[in-house]
């Protein structure tokens, strides 16, 4: 059965830091696809960054970036330089099956970016 | 980037009665919209996938005759929680895909249902 894992409840970082947040996965599906989402406190989801489960290269939006694992089924966040903006709920998620159906959601990461 | 608009984005209404959430794509056609429902502090959990022009594939647990979906184009899906109370007060969020390869779900900014 797939399952996406987040062990963080709450992060805090200073301002200008970098910041990780962890997300491990489980699939025996070869097909698949990691996703990061941050969630303000309004609640709208917003779309950070993807990897594909082939994609050899980790990926990189701005900020963002995804320390991809493949071996220990990790697909970490990291957010470089943190913003005050930055406070607010990230959820990672992973399709499976080759389609972009069937989101699967980690129990979220509250991060709290500290002036 | 792909917008989805979902509306209305808070709902207060009276025990018994029936709600309806629109789900729109506005920049691309969607073949697939999903509908989640997040209560506080928890993660989204996924109600039903729906499908232009065919029926909604509900998740083990979820009411079919409690939440109606229906997905008549390929850039509106609506969801009615009909006779609703108490317990159904939640948020509600939809998102939609272009069913290709690499490309996220785009959700909308999301529904908060009260019921008194």
């Known amino acids: 059965a797939q399952k996406i894992t987040q062990t963080q409840p709450g992060m805090f970082v200073q301002e200008k830091e970098a910041v990780t947040l962890d997300c491990t996965y489980d699939?025996?599906?070869?097909?698949?696809?990691l996703f990061w989402y941050k969630q303000p406190s309004s609640g709208e989801m917003i779309f950070l960054i993807y990897?594909?489960?082939?994609?050899?290269q980790n990926a990189t939006e701005g900020r963002y970036s995804l320390n991809f694992q493949k071996a220990r089924k990790s697909a970490n966040l990291v957010i470089s330089a943190s913003q005050l903006g930055d406070s607010a709920m990230y959820f990672c998620?992973?399709?499976?099956?080759?389609?972009?159906?069937?989101?699967?959601f980690g129990k979220g990461t509250k991060l709290s970016v500290k002036p | 980037g792909a917008v989805v608009s979902q509306h209305p984005s808070r709902v207060i209404c009276k025990s018994g009665t029936s709600v309806k959430i629109e789900c729109r794509s506005l920049?691309?056609?969607?073949?697939?919209m999903f509908w989640y429902r997040q209560f506080p502090k928890k993660s989204l959990m996924l109600m039903a996938t729906?499908?232009?022009?065919?029926?909604?594939?509900?998740e083990q647990g979820v009411e079919k005759d409690k939440f109606l979906i229906n997905h008549a184009s390929l850039t509106l899906s609506t969801l009615t929680v009909t006779s609703a109370h108490p317990e159904d007060s939640s948020f509600y969020i939809c998102?939609?895909?272009?069913?290709?390869?690499?490309?996220?779900?785009?959700f909308g900014d999301g529904t908060r249902l009260s019921i008194l």
């Open positions: 998102s939609a895909s272009a069913g290709s390869t690499n490309q996220p779900q785009h």
């Open positions: 699939t025996s599906d070869p097909s698949y696809g």
């Open positions: 990897q594909g489960s082939y994609d050899q």
């Open positions: 998620a992973m399709s499976f099956g080759g389609s972009q159906g069937n989101l699967i």
């Open positions: 920049d691309f056609q969607a073949t697939t």
């Open positions: 729906s499908n232009e022009g065919s029926k909604a594939t509900y």
